[in-house]
């Protein structure tokens, strides 16, 4: 399992976190989870993985700032993105205030596809 | 040359009395002969309407070259009896003046024909101005004004009054307000009646059409004497359309509520379908694999989805429904005691004790027990979250009730994990939660949007890491004004 790709769950859903933990370790990735932005950050930086899988609306701290500091973080700037919303308004609204960062690699609307997401995150990480 | 060496002969008193009578009575006096000539005129007529020597007496008062056709003095020379007549003419400066005229039988011998007409007329283009004033003023003022009697039946009506609730002159006020047989309850007049001064309210009435008229009344009392109320003037402004208007308002602020709480219902429904989904893949994974302690885990995944649905829907339909709160008269402490009732096990099961602290002066108020009820349970709810995410030994959460200062007060309060600052700026917002998937983020917009439908308000208390208290506050006044209203 050492060899395996890292992959970081951030989403205040204990349910979601939990399938998508599963999901990616059943298909031979490493997952780790964090409930918010801030925990989500702290963990990236790290733990330093492979592909960040991101909520957008959570309390305490939004996916969206998260993201900007991710982007922001010589560390972590490098780290694909995949982003997750329940709702499209908020996305676009991300989408046209990120003047400063470059796009996420991937986005998905909830309720995610699991096979297209699995073959995104093959795609982003091998 | 004689007859400026004449000595005047001394004046007779009566002459003088007579003179100076003529000259300084309030009156403008002339006297006129059977061929409308002026023979005589006192100061006052001279002064009001000007030169009057060899002059006929409808050039003077009217400026008309030949006799009125409604002389009042030729009815005096016909008949020999003094009259009283009203008449329009023109002052000495060009000006329309209105008078009043008392016209006198002149004789020179007893019971020969009239001579002359001495006439007396005292103008009244003032008097009539200010009635007319008056008159405007009171029909087109942008208000109803009715003046009752002590029988409560309606003497006078202003115009816009009598637009909308119809001719009722020595009707009955209640009947033509509001349809009553008998008087109304609180009756601003009555009170009026009974200690002179003036009182407000706010009423509902039906016009003519059988239209809803909301009205705010101000009574007046028209004295009698120093201290005898003899009638009740009514003042009242139409604000139908102002209620109208602030029902749309709050139409619309609930309409713009429910559309920004759709974006956020649709996030909460999409986690509730990737749970779903969740649990269904642990499900098959677990059976795939024949482990049950997976197909357990999955099952309980899905469980909670399906519930979290349920708990959803439940908010959010009370959330969106824009009803009047349907107010009983009840004991609130009865309310706190069900909710213990309820949660006290709940409670106890997590190692927190629930209690409660009812004021003994607490009496009983209009409440809705389903809405008070549901904001309880909010707020007890909310508490043992609370408690448990505090993760301290010996928590507790109190329910007190108890009564302020005309005003009934529900308090929650928790030593649990409290609320920062950031998070109490958002409490009140749709479909914000601190408890992840746990909560719906309505339960605290619901409890307050209950206690602003009683009237009343809500307050919270809270720092990060030392409880919170909530606070339900309900005006004693608007409770029972809502009670009024509702019935």
């Not at chain 1, 995949?82 to 908020?90: K, S």
């Not at chain 2, 409290?418 to 998937?437: L, M, R, S, V």
Request: with cysteine; glycine share 8%.
């Amino acid at each position: 399992m050492s060899d395996s790709k890292k992959i970081l769950i951030v989403d205040d859903e204990a349910d979601i976190t939990k399938w998508l933990t599963l999901l990616f370790e059943e298909n031979g990735y490493q997952a780790i989870s964090a409930a918010d932005g801030s925990e989500g950050f702290d963990k990236a930086e790290k733990e330093l993985p492979n592909l960040i899988v991101l909520d957008i609306s959570m309390p305490v701290e939004s996916g969206v700032k998260m993201y900007r500091k991710l982007k922001e973080s010589d560390k972590t700037s490098e780290i694909p993105v995949i982003m997750l919303t329940g709702v499209t308004p908020e996305f676009e609204n991300f989408i046209s205030s990120r003047s400063q960062v470059p796009a996420p690699e991937a986005y998905f609307e909830k309720p995610v596809n699991k096979e297209a997401l699995l073959e995104k995150a093959k795609e982003l990480v091998g | 040359m004689k007859s400026n060496n004449r000595v005047n002969p001394p004046r007779r008193l009566a002459d003088m009395i007579y003179e100076e009578l003529f000259h300084q009575v309030p009156f403008n006096v002339a006297v006129i002969d059977r061929n409308y000539n002026v023979v005589e005129a006192n100061k006052n007529f001279t002064e009001y309407f000007g030169n009057w020597k060899n002059k006929k007496c409808y050039a003077v008062y009217k400026k008309l070259k030949k006799p009125c056709k409604d002389c009042p003095s030729v009815e005096v020379f016909k008949k020999g009896k003094p009259i009283v007549a009203d008449a329009v003419g023109v002052d000495q400066h060009g000006r329309k003046t209105h008078y009043v005229g008392h016209v006198f039988p002149l004789r020179i011998k007893e019971g020969g024909r009239v001579e002359y007409a001495l006439e007396m007329t005292h103008t009244v283009t003032e008097t009539d101005r200010w009635q007319q004033e008056y008159q405007i003023l009171f029909d087109r003022v942008p208000c109803y004004i009715t003046v009752i009697g002590e029988d409560y039946r309606i003497v006078r009506a202003n115009e816009a009054f009598r637009n909308n609730f119809g001719e009722v002159l020595g009707q009955h006020c209640y009947k033509v307000y509001k349809r009553r047989t008998t008087k109304c309850p609180n009756c601003p007049a009555a009170k009026t009646f009974r200690d002179g001064r003036v009182h407000h309210s706010t009423q509902l009435g039906m016009g003519k059409r059988g239209q809803d008229i909301n009205y705010a009344v101000s009574t007046t009392p028209l004295m009698r004497g120093s201290d005898n109320i003899a009638h009740v003037i009514e003042i009242s402004n139409d604000i139908t359309a102002l209620k109208k208007l602030e029902h749309q308002v709050i139409e619309a602020e609930r309409l713009g509520a429910v559309g920004q709480t759709v974006a956020g219902l649709a996030h909460s429904i999409k986690n509730i379908l990737m749970g779903l989904e969740g649990g269904k893949y642990i499900v098959s994974l677990g059976l795939n694999k024949n482990d049950k302690e997976m197909i357990s885990e999955g099952w309980e995944m899905l469980e909670r989805n399906f519930e979290k649905t349920t708990s959803l829907v439940k908010d959010f339909l009370s959330f969106s429904k824009g009803r009047l709160p349907q107010l009983k008269m009840i004991k609130p402490g009865f309310l706190v005691k069900e909710i213990v009732d309820l949660y006290k096990d709940i409670a106890a099961q997590s190692g927190i004790e629930l209690r409660s602290e009812i004021d003994k002066n607490v009496k009983s108020a209009p409440l809705d027990p389903d809405g008070i009820h549901t904001c309880l349970t909010n707020l007890v709810s909310n508490a043992i979250d609370a408690c448990l995410m505090g993760k301290q030994k010996g928590t507790e959460v109190l329910i007190k009730v108890s009564e302020g200062r005309d005003k009934l007060i529900f308090e929650v309060s928790d030593n649990g994990s409290g609320i920062d600052y950031e998070i109490k700026k958002k409490i009140f917002t749709t479909f914000f939660t601190t408890k992840g998937g746990e909560g719906t983020g309505l339960g605290l917009l619901t409890t307050r949007k209950i206690v602003q439908e009683h009237g009343g308000k809500i307050l919270v208390d809270s720092e990060k890491g030392s409880g919170a208290r909530f606070r339900m506050e309900f005006p004693r006044k608007r409770l029972m004004a809502l009670y009024k209203e509702m019935k």
